[in-house]
């Protein structure tokens, strides 16, 4: 009889066999089903249930970073909301009460160029409305996206209160915001001031650091002759007029050459007086000239000038240089002032000429050692005064005479005729030596993708290092490190990363010369630069923006109303009309949302956690330290979870043009969002994720493996009956030891959610999944829970192990497939305010732990593994189909293995119908593997072959346990 004949033989038995029942499908079908549990979860108020249910438990708050509201989510959206979620999830499910608020950032300039986009796209102009008719077009269309991607974010399966959600944009957070800005005011760390700042042309408005990415540029460079004035005993003896030397300086800039006011060199330089020996006719460097140059760049800055051969003639002593002349001196009767030579630590000679040409108000560098050298500048009779040469479209202003006209960059963000312009005046009054270009990175607007400026205007800012209300030592760098320090890091070199840049910050510059957001509500004398600092009036102000928002800045007789009668002389009064920068609005949500609890009564100050891109510790972390520092001395957060960035499969930067973007609402169209969400937590999200269809792939293959063993739990728990669980005392060891392992488990799932380290949770309950269940435990049970008697205390004991390891798996992998595990629960758990996602993480028996136990059985499995490694030989050269069919002889030498093995049925554990065990010699080995095949009669119902079968006369082919088994059944009354 073949295997088709005797399985027909013995069809009728498999109706009496406990074959697992479920109507959980095998297909997960999670782009159609996932909708319906959101669905679900918000017809029942999941939220509201999670928030009743966690009254009395400890806070735990995740404060949300806000995203912009300017259009559909993109990968690194998910990822960042689906990490979020699995924190807020599992320490709700740890026990705390974790609520989670949803915020949006909804002014600002990404906002705005778009508005000003559709104006351009109609041939308009913004300035052809009103100012609070612009905003209101801002607003509408923040709204818009902000409900959009609220739907998005939804549909990643991320809880919170997505019915109240915070917005910047929201009148009582405009007003807070605004009272934010008093604090600072009133503390007299907010100052009016011109400092060189990032500057767009294109969008008309000064930009901070984080609004800024580094892009390839090519830039012209050129190497300049500046004539030195007066000194003595640089070179030796002599006079430096009798010399006819000229300092060279090296910059990328040539427009800011008109800006020009010093030259930086480093005390620290080895420097020399050069002469040309021989150059080309004609060569803007002419044989006889003289020049000082750092002796490690002078011969590549002679070859830059196309200099034939040149001599070293003397040392040079930079500190005996007073001044030079301007390279355009005399051009269109300006630049007759001299030149001061500055000794600055930030000049090196690693590149250029080991010279610095010093631009004030174009350059941070160039700024600090003007300001720093004032006292001397002036004692030379030199107007220290910072000249204001590029107005705010790129055009030189009437301090840079000869240039009218010229731009240094156009609306466009084109590079205009400025450099040519200073190059060919350079050149006509023999300043030049040379000429060439320069491939770099350079700053770009992160908005408008066209390079910036260095620019000094008139901007307002934050002391970082003036006393506090006259406090010694108390600064806000000096807070700002302390509360660093305070903080907790994952991972741990995010510390040190936000510490050097606070260490090194600049004075933060607040004010952004643009229309939408949070005006810089004060005002501040003419005359004086001093800042009204009424609380009357900054109430007012705080007052009206609560019930109009902060477009009762901008309405018309906003001065008169908002002053009162504060000053007796308002006409000496302005009202400023520059707009914040959305890093502080954003900063500033701990204050109007964490402690409100009229609107969120579960959040704490500080929040528990921030979590963002590692890009945030110039942004979101930064602005968010740096203003609760300036108005509570402390940071908004107690840890600071940073990930990376999102890359394609081969580790390439996404991009639009190279075709390589994966959209997280295609990846849930076809495969669902928990497929996203086992990706994310399996990632190391502490380094730059890869995502591309093979990975995609991947993963389903990972989900589709989880969701199998759910489904065969499920399909035996139908036979479940809680009155017939087994005490832990009376299992079997195999019983035990899944539940040792669980125990195990537990304490590694809590301490890896502890850690927020998800890819470790993935990682142990996988393997537990696929390997220590499905190869192994349910493998060996398969026989007990088919076939063994209703009565049978191993089939009951399976059953009592399966329902605990279904009630944790469905808990610990919660917060990460929340449809997926939420499917399975209501499997079991049908009601209408029954979900998974309201429970904690289940508290195991410390009884179920056996460390002696588990030794034990890697012992067993050890000797099992040398069983199946000869089954599988069998199988290979066709001696049996099943193992079933084999009955080896098994020689133990170890006397460690031999315990073990010889205290279980062998056989059971290596599926086998029977198994000799023989104590000696294993041939050198400690277990040594003879096959034999099965001898006796193969049961009809279980397939095992066994000396028994017909020993029951009223069932000849079953064996005794498989008789036993039908006489129980039928006298249950169940089908036979």
């Not at 901070?208 to 500046?226: G, R, T």
């Not at 790129?394 to 609306?411: M, S």
Request: overall charge negative.
């Amino acid at each position: 009889m073949n295997d088709t004949q005797k399985a027909a033989a013995e069809a009728d038995y498999s109706s009496t066999l406990f074959l697992p029942e479920t109507n959980f499908p095998m297909r997960a079908g999670l782009p159609d089903r996932e909708p319906t549990w959101l669905q679900r979860w918000e017809e029942m108020d999941i939220y509201g249930l999670q928030r009743a249910r966690a009254q009395g438990k400890p806070l735990f708050t995740l404060h949300d970073g806000p995203p912009y509201a300017n259009g559909n989510i993109h990968i690194g959206h998910a990822l960042n909301k689906i990490l979020k979620d699995l924190v807020t999830r599992s320490k709700s499910m740890l026990g705390y009460n974790s609520a989670y608020v949803p915020g949006w950032d909804c002014h600002g300039l990404p906002i705005e160029w778009k508005i000003e986009e559709q104006y351009r796209a109609k041939g308009q102009d913004k300035s052809q409305v009103g100012i609070n008719e612009f905003r209101a077009e801002c607003r509408t269309f923040a709204q818009y996206w902000v409900d959009t991607q609220r739907e998005e974010f939804k549909r990643l399966g991320v809880t919170g209160d997505w019915n109240n959600p915070y917005l910047t944009m929201s009148f009582d957070a405009e007003a807070q915001i605004a009272r934010e800005l008093h604090k600072i005011a009133m503390s007299g760390q907010l100052y009016r001031g011109s400092k060189p700042v990032m500057w767009s042309v294109v969008e008309r408005t000064a930009l901070a650091e984080a609004e800024i990415e580094y892009q390839d540029y090519e830039s012209d460079a050129i190497w300049v002759k500046f004539p030195i004035h007066s000194g003595n005993g640089a070179f030796g003896t002599g006079t430096f007029e009798d010399m006819n030397a000229s300092v060279v300086i090296w910059t990328t800039t040539p427009w800011t050459i008109p800006a020009n006011r010093a030259i930086s060199y480093s005390s620290k330089i080895a420097y020399g007086l050069y002469e040309v020996t021989a150059a080309p006719e004609g060569n803007w460097a002419s044989k006889g000239e003289k020049y000082v140059l750092a002796d490690k760049l002078a011969a590549d800055t002679f070859a830059k000038a196309k200099v034939e051969s040149f001599v070293r003639l003397a040392d040079a002593d930079m500190s005996k240089v007073v001044s030079c002349k301007h390279p355009l001196n005399g051009l269109a009767g300006g630049y007759m002032f001299e030149v001061p030579l500055l000794d600055g630590e930030h000049v090196t000679d690693d590149v250029g000429t080991g010279f610095v040409h010093t631009a004030p108000g174009h350059g941070l560098d160039d700024f600090g050692i003007w300001m720093d050298s004032a006292r001397q500048i002036g004692a030379l009779g030199i107007d220290t005064a910072i000249p204001y040469v590029v107005d705010d479209a790129g055009f030189y202003t009437k301090e840079a005479p000869g240039f009218d006209g010229a731009r240094v960059i156009d609306d466009a963000g084109k590079k205009g005729d400025a450099n040519n312009s200073v190059i060919a005046a350079l050149a006509e009054r023999g300043a030049m030596m040379a000429r060439g270009r320069l491939k770099h990175q350079y700053p770009h607007s992160w908005r408008s993708k066209k390079p910036v400026i260095f620019r000094n205007t008139p901007q307002w800012f934050v002391y970082m290092d003036r006393d506090i209300m006259g406090k010694a030592g108390d600064t806000l760098r000096a807070r700002s490190l302390a509360a660093i320090d305070a903080t907790t890091f994952y991972p741990v070199a995010g510390q040190n990363r936000l510490r050097s840049m606070i260490a090194e910050r600049p004075d933060w510059v607040l004010s952004r010369q643009r229309a939408w957001g949070v005006p810089i509500a004060v005002f501040y004398n003419v005359g004086s630069n001093e800042i009204l600092r009424d609380e009357a009036v900054n109430h007012r102000i705080g007052q009206a923006f609560e019930d109009e928002g902060a477009d009762a800045w901008f309405k018309p007789g906003a001065k008169e109303r908002f002053l009162g009668n504060a000053v007796p002389d308002p006409e000496n009064w302005t009202k400023i009309d520059d707009i914040l920068d959305v890093w502080f609005e954003s900063g500033t949500t701990h204050s109007w949302v964490l402690r409100n609890p009229q609107k969120w009564p579960d959040l704490q100050f500080p929040a528990g956690m921030y979590l963002e891109g590692s890009d945030q510790h110039r942004g979101w972390f930064h602005s968010s330290l740096l203003e609760s520092c300036a108005t509570n001395g402390y940071a908004p957060y107690a840890s600071v979870l940073t990930h990376g960035f999102t890359l394609d499969g081969e580790g390439k930067k996404m991009s639009k043009s190279l075709g390589n973007t994966t959209a997280p609402q295609d990846v849930i169209k076809q495969f669902g969002a928990d497929i996203l969400r086992l990706w994310v937590a399996q990632s190391d999200y502490a380094d730059d994720l890869r995502i591309g269809k093979d990975i995609i792939n991947t993963t389903v293959d990972s989900y589709r493996k989880l969701r199998n063993t759910m489904r065969w739990l499920l399909g035996n728990l139908a036979h479940y009956k809680a009155g017939e669980a087994v005490a832990h005392a009376e299992m079997p060891e195999l019983e035990r030891l899944i539940l040792n392992r669980l125990y195990e488990l537990d304490g590694l799932v809590r301490d890896a959610y502890n850690d927020y380290d998800y890819k470790r949770v993935v990682a142990a309950l996988s393997n537990f999944m696929n390997v220590e269940l499905s190869a192994f435990y349910f493998d060996i049970r398969k026989d007990a829970l088919y076939c063994d008697p209703i009565s049978s205390v191993r089939r009951r004991a399976c059953l009592t192990v399966l329902d605990s390891v279904f009630d944790c798996l469905t808990a610990w992998l919660a917060p990460i497939l929340v449809f997926t595990m939420e499917e399975c629960w209501l499997e079991r758990h049908s009601g209408a305010t029954e979900s998974v996602h309201l429970r904690e993480f289940p508290k195991l028996p410390s009884d179920w732990a056996d460390k002696a136990l588990a030794t034990k059985w890697d012992d067993i499995k050890t000797v099992r593994g040398y069983v199946t490694k000869e089954l599988e030989v069998a199988r290979r050269d066709k001696l049996i189909g099943s193992s079933l069919e084999a009955a080896p002889k098994v020689t133990i030498s170890d006397a460690q293995l031999w315990d073990a093995a010889s205290s279980i049925d062998l056989a059971e554990i290596a599926i086998t119908s029977a198994i000799t065990l023989v104590r000696g010699d294993a041939g050198g080995e400690p277990v040594a593997v003879e096959f034999a095949k099965a001898t006796g009669l193969r049961c009809a119902r279980s397939w095992k072959y066994t000396d028994d079968v017909g020993s029951d006369p009223d069932y000849p082919d079953l064996s005794a346990r498989d008789a036993q088994a039908m006489r129980e059944r039928a006298a249950a009354g169940l089908a036979a």
